[in-house]
């Protein structure tokens, strides 16, 4: 297993970090930093932790959606 880069983000035919890398691009500080969260926790939830991780991607949800109306 590596532990650097473990199976839970190697899904189909790229990897998660470049989902992330895609997703954010245009995107800066925190905005940036939530979508990327929220993007991994979903990516992994089915072969990691789970509603966890679900819970978890939603917390970062949460707080994009406040980082948003308080900005824009």
């Not at 939830?45 to 917390?59: C, H, P, R, T």
């Amino acid at each position: 297993m590596d532990k650097t880069n473990p199976t839970h983000y190697k899904q189909g035919s790229i990897e998660c970090i470049e989902a992330i890398e895609s997703a954010t691009s245009s995107l800066d500080g925190f905005e940036g930093f939530c979508v990327g969260n929220v993007i991994k926790y979903v990516w992994r939830y089915d072969n990691k932790n789970g509603i966890e991780d679900l819970k978890k991607a939603k917390w970062y949800l949460d707080m994009l959606i406040k980082q948003v109306e308080v900005t824009r």
